[in-house]
């Protein structure tokens, strides 16, 4: 076997930092090699620096390794990043610059004219903006995006009807799992038995990421989707898993075996070139009365599949139906590595 | 004092009769006179007899009352119900026939064309289709309904957009507490840590009740409101209120002010008649970022008031926006009381 | 009406310190009159500067108080406490020194020889040791103490039974609510559909203050408790009410129609003297067969009454029962607060 | 490989009827061929019948199979039983009476006398009890039970320490999940932020499950341990998994690592026999301060390994610590099939 690329966290104790950990436990292509976290967490083993909230257990010898500074200086060339926005707005140019593969959960850069924000299945082609990259002509370093937890389903589902049928407009109303916040996150206070009808800045994300993601790469350019765009975001006394409600108006009409069909056949790049963390059905459509339910159905596809069902005409736009994702895993860890695994298998990582 | 008016409760022994029960207590108008139940509570006394779930205590003199067969022979001339639909079907018109006021809150004939669906400050007017009742010409005997526990929030917000600006178009998409189950209802096992997005028959009620509510009475015919709608229903780990994410397109556009100010100031019959049960302010917009939240909001005016918040423009349509509303008390149990003291001030209950 | 007494509130923010503006408002004796909290509140608004998380509205008059530095000038001769057991350890003393009446629920020094740690019903002859305390004879100020929140309704429940019977050995083992560990506290990611069996230094705090309850003033000096006690400490996903499964073995052999009888007569001083947060019945025993339950009984006496039930024969002791009270009324701030009513009609206050 | 054996599974469409079907896919030795339930079930294909409430997919060949009559005829030689008791009482010993292994999860007949109650690593040796039963005389049919879901963590705790030191007292404190009621069981209204204090028979089951399965087998009869017991039972707010707060007392005085010890070297028959299901390692203890938690290590070797943690000095009795056990898995499928296998290995099945 050829010998793993070594990778980098940055971010690595926190709740999508421990996903990485978790979902890069033997992958074939990648190693966990260096860890970096808040100043609090340098210098100590990560297994005692981390709060481990996962229920496998956490892998022996990433625990023994320690958490370095959160610098260029000694970190391998690929980067995976889950960071506070802030702190990645600040954190990953420098590694960028320092030639570093900065592969990003983080929120920061997503909308940067020049940064890709890819979901592989979806927009694989956006990745050659990262020609456009000032760092990438510079030092070969690069930033590469994948969008919110509560974008990436919704795009998921969307993806097979705009190219088959054509998306006039999207209305999304969520109710998102507390691991969407991070650890602590949510206080138990807030949310035993509760609805909490606001999340900050995630309704504007949803709407502006999922017109990114389905526009189209013009030259240098990412001609933002054209179709009418509207979320709400709730929180919900879920551990993991987004459940989103979701009516669309189609271009072209579609009949509800078309669109079944075109949820259930949707394969792309990732399921071409069988890249390791590529969920074999992206897209699954129940035929039960009342599922995806977050308890069932997020973890379909060990995490990476997103799930549909229940549609049925909407008495104001066409068509209404409910989508689930993982949103640690297909909506932040699991995202970033299926990216990394495109930039591999296209030469970009070496 | 005057006497007070005794009535018999339909369906008892359920959660919404229990709320009949706990409302009921120290009514200045009303008093609790018969039980009905199932077969199973029959001769019974009512506090063996029902599952008290309620965290104020049973009141004393009910608890010790007996459970009665479901029959008009011997049951008062106002009767309150909260019935399943398919034995409502049946029993409801048995009792109008026998000559009795059947205020429910069961869902079997609110769309039968000549039987008033009403919130009292939404339309107070329909109340005149009883005249059209064969019920009521044969034994003075009627029935009159309140919505479905997730219309009634929904209507009490939209009630002042179409009296001012005029509706064309809302969609709605309900996280709904287990409560409006009934009990026992939601299995533990289908909701903790969950979302269920299916309620059986739930949107099809939600869509027509809305209609007919903010329909036009003309004759002895209501005319359904004319604007588009669309709703999906999920149920949450929530134990008491309905939060709904709206999206609204108004005839006659209007600002954030002018709508906070038709909620606000929204007062209608029961305030000016000062019924006993109506809240001083029938919807109650909140402008802190996060709310309205069951936990904090459901038991807004005892139960009675409707929480809005998170006006915010919509990308779609208009306006989106937060609506909560105690599902049990303004959506069942209360619902019919105000109903019931619309008519009493009506002259309908003698 | 006499002019009530300005109390302040130390710790005003916190979960605790927001009960204490709760129930202090339409207080008959004492009235809130200054707020401190950590620097980060200082000179805010205190509706601002708390995040309100009670389900009734924060009182309008507070609301607009400001946040005052903790410091003893300038602060009312009454203060309450409610800060963590670090600061408390620091500044309580400060305010003792500095003449206040210093009645507190923080931990720092419960177990201090000289500090008086009561429940007025319990041992009420234990505020005379204030006549040792330094700080009473240099400046008038004191310390006064209530115990922690899983402790109190535990030896609410035991007292009766210590006073008939006399105690030889006492275990418990506790489910405890979030409310508990304060605001943000417990992280829904730790709590959702789960329980911790661990709460730091919890009991270590019931088996000694426990003891320190049921001990006998002895001129100068409590001795406590010569009963055997072991205690086991859980957080549970409920939000307010500590349940408690305990046994206990008797001196004196009791029957249960006795023991249900000394609980549900048992008064004491704060009954006698109509204390105004005094709860008619301290402890009061269901014969429901699952009963007691957070979700029904922890508002119980507004807060301030015991719950029992349960009661069996134990096979290793001699009984066996379930414990439940409010954890933030009676085991925080309304604790303090009867503490302090306890002092004003003793003299100690003026 | 050698032909599978035919196994049939009464009461095959409720929850721990689910888990047995989960649990035998793909298992070495046996094969659902036979699937019987209640009368409404009869004759539906098992994928209709049953509402499947676990995360994997119901597997696709059971789901096809016809629900049989609950009647020995037809019936495979080889049953699982996970019955209602009183159902139980009636069908498990006519299934013996026509010569099949009865292999159950149901209480109705633990504590017959000639019934063994068995766990294969505790007392392997009570299988004898076989020889007495009249069934297995007259038709070479027989009855093995399991303990209940909240005894079987409990023992396997015990067995060690029992082994090791003697056990003189136990007291035993359930934080029991939901679905050990069952499916609806326990309704969401019930259960939501609260913890039921009650579980119909289960301290009774516990106690005297508990000294029979560490009783002596002595000819025809099992001498049920000498120490003392008592156990209280509460039902939370978990999925699966019971918690239980354990304080025992020894008859040999014993330090922390040799209990420690005592626990993770516990190995016995299955162990030895590498049955299929056998956990490499039965009790497993953990050095983390707050652990076990449910929703951590619940699923611990399949589900079938016992958590034990936070061993430290009781101030009653000897020590205290924390037990966690999957109540589905460990505590009723998984424990029938582990049986099983046991009798396989020792000739009882052919």
Not at 1 to 21: D, E, N, S, W
Not at 41 to 49: H, I, K, L, V
Not at 100 to 121: F, G, H, Q, W
Not at 251 to 264: F, L
Request: hydrophobic content about 40%.
């Amino acid at each position: 076997m050829a010998k793993k690329i070594p990778v980098g966290l940055l971010g690595a104790t926190g709740i999508v930092g421990q996903r990485f950990v978790q979902i890069l436990e033997n992958h074939p292509w990648f190693e966990v090699a260096w860890l970096a976290a808040s100043d609090r967490s340098e210098g100590r083993a990560y297994g005692e620096a981390a709060r481990w909230k996962l229920k496998t257990a956490i892998p022996a010898r990433v625990a023994q390794m320690h958490v370095s500074p959160a610098k260029p200086d000694g970190a391998p060339k690929v980067i995976f990043a889950a960071l506070d926005a802030s702190i990645a707005a600040e954190l990953e140019p420098q590694f960028a610059d320092a030639g570093c593969a900065v592969i990003t959960n983080s929120s920061a850069l997503r909308m940067k004219s020049d940064v890709p924000l890819v979901i592989p299945e979806v927009n694989p082609d956006h990745v050659k903006l990262l020609e456009c990259q000032a760092w990438r002509r510079k030092s070969r370093g690069f930033v590469v995006t994948n969008p919110n937890c509560s974008a990436i389903g919704l795009v998921m589902a969307l993806a097979p009807l705009e190219q088959q049928f054509g998306l006039e407009t999207v209305m999304a109303v969520t109710m998102q799992a507390v691991s969407g916040a991070g650890y602590p996150g949510v206080a138990s206070l807030d949310i035993l038995g509760n609805v909490i009808p606001y999340i900050a800045k995630e309704e504007e994300k949803m709407e502006e990421e999922t017109r990114k993601l389905l526009g189209r790469l013009n030259g240098s350019n990412i001609q933002p989707g054209a179709f009418g765009m509207s979320a709400q975001c709730n929180r919900v006394a879920v551990e993991d898993g987004h459940t989103e409600s979701v009516s669309v108006k189609l271009k072209k009409k579609a009949g509800p075996e078309e669109i079944i069909t075109a949820w259930n056949e949707f394969r792309s790049v990732p399921q071409e070139l069988r890249l390791p963390s590529a969920p074999e059905q992206p897209v699954k459509y129940s035929t039960a009365l009342d599922r995806p339910q977050p308890r069932f159905d997020s973890d379909s596809g060990n995490g990476m599949t997103t799930s549909v069902g229940r549609l049925r005409p909407c008495g104001v736009l066409d068509w209404k139906f409910t989508v689930l994702s993982h949103n640690t895993i297909r909506g932040a860890a699991g995202a970033a590595l299926l990216n990394a695994e495109l930039l591999k298998a296209q030469g970009y990582l070496e």
